[in-house]
């Protein structure tokens, strides 16, 4: 065989052998990043940590707030954490669901109801509907609650409001709550308008920015120390921490934590589109980019040059502007963002060609948590006109968020 020859095969079988070891390689460094929490390197969610809290449940009778996002995350798949616990010996009673319910398939707003969990038999009772907050009924013989659900750190995204009506629950009934911590994808930052007490309601129970910063745990610390529980109440509350977690590193969830959340951009976009939800734009309900576009059949089509067309789907059963074709901006390649964006509600609302269909005023100013940023794009304000209207309630938010981070 000619030199050529023989030297080409020999450098393919050692280029073939190079590839060989840097993939098994590869796989052994993975592995071992990810021995306790395989889905993000280095960071231990608080299910996880089962040698931390599992002594605070064995030998109880304990009830869930829980969702499809409660996981513990193994070597090469995720566990729920019902189906974990019972296979610990852990007795479980019942799980409360929060909007969306248990497995995470209902609609935004739609009423989620009591029921069985066909793959556990165990009872799920609703938080999301009539009955938001656990009853004293529905607690006895339970020893402790155990509350693990994704949050993304926006005032108007529920689960904060469910935590707070379960920490009241609990300490009026006197039973402990132990809560998983998990990273805050958007907690890297705070902004937003602060919401106004005469506004409060299941889209904001406290008078917070609209980004606020923290994860659920550090969230639920200040809720007890901060005395915002009926009647000076506090409650018997245990985080279990996160492990090596730093809120300014991104933090990729690998379970959406709701049907209209599918992916990072939709995670960082929506606390800027979601003020799109208190206006008839859509925000991409209706297709598979939920929250990384937005339009209506009423914008400017000379000014907004791609458009859409929402249809009933996963998550959306009755997407607003359904069956129409809607003008708007594709914001699917956006980067993560650092700030809450009003750009593109200044965009939509100054390109409406009626004005008097763009606001849900009621549900707008629930979303806004006070009836001046309405006030302020009507005026047309420009964004950092608007802005600076923020910045004293950031600060004084800012001073008191500092006493409760831990991370």
């Not at 920490?167 to 937003?192: F, Q, S, T």
């Not at 309900?285 to 789907?313: H, I």
């Not at 004005?355 to 707008?364: C, D, G, Q, V």
């Not at 006070?370 to 950031?394: H, P």
Request: hydrophobic residues 35%; contains cysteine.
């Amino acid at each position: 065989m000619p030199f050529f020859l023989r030297f080409k095969n020999t450098l393919l079988c050692f280029s073939l052998v190079l590839v060989a070891c840097a993939q098994k390689s590869k796989k052994q460094v993975s592995i071992e990043k990810t021995e306790e929490q395989p889905t993000h390197e280095a960071v231990v969610v608080g299910a996880n940590r089962t040698a931390a809290y599992l002594p605070l449940l064995q030998n109880k009778t304990v009830a869930l707030v829980a969702n499809q996002t409660s996981t513990i995350f193994t070597a090469s798949e995720h566990t729920h954490l019902v189906d974990s616990l019972r296979s610990l010996g852990i007795t479980i009673k019942l799980v409360f669901a929060p909007e969306h319910g248990f497995r995470g398939k209902a609609d935004a707003g739609e009423l989620v109801k009591d029921g069985t969990d066909t793959q556990t038999g165990l009872p799920i009772v609703s938080l999301y509907g009539k009955n938001k907050k656990p009853k004293a009924e529905q607690l006895e013989g339970v020893d402790v609650v155990v509350f693990d659900i994704q949050d993304v750190g926006v005032r108007f995204y529920t689960y904060i409001a469910t935590l707070q009506l379960a920490m009241e629950a609990c300490a009026e009934a006197k039973i402990p709550i132990v809560l998983l911590d998990r990273p805050n994808p958007n907690a890297h930052y705070v902004d937003g308008p602060t919401m106004q007490a005469e506004h409060s309601s299941f889209l904001g129970m406290q008078e917070i920015p609209l980004v606020y910063g923290m994860t659920i745990g550090e969230y639920a610390h200040m809720i007890n120390d901060e005395g915002w529980l009926e009647n000076g109440l506090k409650a018997d509350l245990t985080v279990i921490p996160l492990k090596h977690y730093t809120r300014d590193v991104p933090y990729s969830l690998p379970i959406r934590p709701s049907p209209n959340l599918p992916n990072d951009t939709a995670i960082t976009l929506y606390p800027s589109l979601g003020l799109f939800e208190g206006t008839n734009i859509n925000a991409g309900r209706g297709t598979e980019l939920q929250f990384q576009r937005y339009g209506a059949s009423f914008l400017d089509s000379t000014v907004f040059k791609f458009k859409y067309l929402p249809q009933p789907n996963f998550g959306s059963k009755y997407p607003k502007e359904e069956g129409k074709i809607c003008y708007g901006d594709d914001l699917s390649e956006h980067g993560r963002m650092g700030s809450v964006s009003l750009k593109w509600l200044i965009k939509a609302y100054q390109n409406c060609t009626d004005k008097s269909r763009f606001f849900k005023t009621e549900s707008f100013t629930k979303h806004a948590g006070t009836e001046k940023l309405q006030q302020q794009l009507e005026a047309g304000l420009s964004e950092a006109e608007i802005k600076a209207t923020w910045q004293a309630d950031l600060e004084a938010f800012k001073k008191i968020r500092k006493k409760h981070l831990r991370y």
